[in-house]
């Protein structure tokens, strides 16, 4: 065997690797949801009897520019099925007219509040608290970045619990109920836990609410909806379950604040904040000798709006990766180390090994390809084994991925729409995620070389 097929066979092994790892993420999130499913009476024993029981939590929503769609996110936290809750969206200097539109839109006046300045020395310019909702406050402050803009609103808040939500997302009415369940059955050692993201890209919103969840009409928002179930709801719940988080999406996730605060806060020095911090509490409490458990809870939906264009996704993609990138950089100590126990030996490494290197690797492969397939330097059967371990496999877990959803959470119980998702699931692995492979090289290009922008991420509104 030739030097160039011994590498296409390790590349076999690697994408066999790389997608079986996937396929236990998702029958350990299946196990795991059957359990999770189980917590419907818990939910209304909670309502009934418990409420007493439950931590009031201060809700922080940083918004940059986001005057289509910050009225209705306000009130979808408002309107939380939660017994205490305040809400604080921090103004990050908007160049639009959110602030405007939440000082009619809820009546804000100025008001004086004590600020807690560990983590931002610098509080907001000014603070107002709604005439309406007197549990609504927003924080006006020059422009910093979400990471600053999260400090600050802890700050400011109230509650021993905050939860971090984008503010051009919705919340479900229980979903904050459902996702502080960890902090009440698994209160020792607990410091975070963080709830699922769906696209709500075409569906109906009403006063705050998604009143009715539709597939996405256009093609790249319904890739992404598979794309979100595989990767980022199923393969969390797969994590969780292994004691093995690394990463509470910042757009949405409840954490225990002094934890937060004795970990550093939100670090601005990085684009992928969500992560880092993360990664830090399990430092810090590992060494420490304290336990740190990151829950994650896969029926709790945050709807959010997901990228319509390529030009929007490939922005979108280069910044995850470079936040993971310097993410996985920062703390590369934990890598296969026994101290800082499942993250370390388990999480840590499939991260390094297949999110961040994954797209170099794929990329490599497809040049490979076409190179043995020009000069005839690769043999039929080594062809066939790779597409069949990189791109039938792929397909083969956004249809279980797909599946497991369906008989879960029958968010789209239509016979049409679930063959929409099976094409959808084709087609992601049939140019979709070679895209986003170029958009995530980008991304680990423009980290190297020192880059930091990466424009603006329009949106549509709902």
């Known amino acids: 065997m030739s030097l160039f097929q011994w590498i296409i066979s390790a590349l076999i092994v690697y994408f066999l690797f790389a997608n079986s790892v996937t396929l236990i993420l998702l029958l350990l999130s299946f196990i795991q949801i059957r359990r999770l499913i189980r917590s419907g009476p818990m939910l209304e024993s909670m309502r009934r009897y418990g409420f007493?029981?439950?931590?009031?939590?201060?809700?922080?929503?940083?918004?940059?520019?986001?005057?289509?769609?910050?009225?209705?996110?306000?009130?979808?936290?408002?309107?939380?099925?939660?017994?205490?809750?305040?809400?604080?969206?921090?103004?990050?200097?908007?160049?639009?007219?959110?602030?405007?539109?939440?000082?009619?839109?809820?009546?804000?006046?100025?008001?004086?509040?004590?600020?807690?300045?560990?983590?931002?020395?610098?509080?907001?310019?000014?603070?107002?608290?709604?005439?309406?909702?007197?549990?609504?406050?927003?924080?006006?402050?020059?422009?910093?970045?979400?990471?600053?803009?999260?400090?600050?609103?802890?700050?400011?808040?109230?509650?021993?619990?905050?939860?971090?939500?984008?503010?051009?997302?919705?919340?479900?009415?229980?979903?904050?109920?459902r996702v502080i369940i960890p902090f009440i059955t698994e209160s020792e050692g607990t410091v975070a836990s963080g709830g699922s993201i769906r696209p709500v890209n075409s569906s109906d919103v009403r006063y705050g609410r998604v009143t009715r969840a539709r597939l996405p009409l256009q093609l790249l928002p319904l890739i992404q909806v598979v794309e979100y179930l595989r990767a980022f709801l199923f393969g969390r719940v797969g994590w969780s379950s292994m004691d093995s988080m690394l990463i509470i999406s910042g757009a949405f996730g409840v954490f225990q604040k002094e934890a937060v605060i004795q970990a550093g806060g939100y670090q601005a020095s990085t684009v992928g904040e969500d992560m880092e911090l993360v990664l830090r509490l399990r430092r810090h409490f590992a060494e420490k000798g304290e336990d740190c458990r990151v829950a994650f809870v896969p029926d709790p939906i945050c709807w959010t709006e997901v990228p319509e264009s390529l030009n929007v996704l490939s922005r979108q993609r280069d910044r995850w990766q470079r936040g993971l990138a310097e993410s996985l950089l920062a703390h590369r100590k934990i890598l296969f180390n026994p101290r800082y126990g499942m993250a370390g030996m388990l999480g840590y490494p499939y991260f390094a090994i297949v999110e961040f290197m994954g797209p170099l690797i794929e990329i490599i492969s497809y040049c490979l390809m076409i190179i043995g397939m020009a000069f005839s330097l690769l043999d039929p059967e080594l062809l066939v084994l790779l597409l069949a371990a990189d791109i039938l496999y792929g397909i083969l877990l956004s249809f279980i991925a797909v599946l497991i959803d369906e008989s879960a959470f029958h968010r789209y119980p239509k016979f049409f729409d679930l063959t929409r998702l099976f094409a959808a699931s084709i087609l992601e692995h049939l140019g979709y995620r070679q895209l986003c492979n170029l958009f995530r090289l980008k991304g680990m290009i423009k980290l190297f070389t020192g880059t930091k922008s990466w424009g603006e991420m329009k949106r549509a509104g709902f």
Do not use: M
């Open 52 to 177: 007493q029981f439950v931590p009031p939590v201060s809700l922080i929503a940083p918004a940059f520019n986001e005057e289509k769609s910050i009225v209705h996110a306000a009130q979808s936290f408002l309107t939380l099925d939660y017994p205490r809750h305040d809400v604080w969206i921090v103004n990050d200097g908007s160049t639009d007219g959110t602030l405007r539109v939440l000082i009619e839109s809820f009546k804000l006046e100025a008001t004086d509040l004590f600020f807690d300045d560990r983590l931002a020395s610098i509080p907001a310019q000014q603070v107002y608290q709604s005439q309406i909702h007197r549990n609504l406050f927003v924080i006006d402050k020059p422009n910093s970045g979400k990471a600053d803009s999260i400090n600050v609103g802890i700050g400011y808040s109230r509650y021993e619990h905050f939860a971090s939500v984008d503010s051009d997302s919705i919340l479900e009415p229980d979903a904050l109920l």
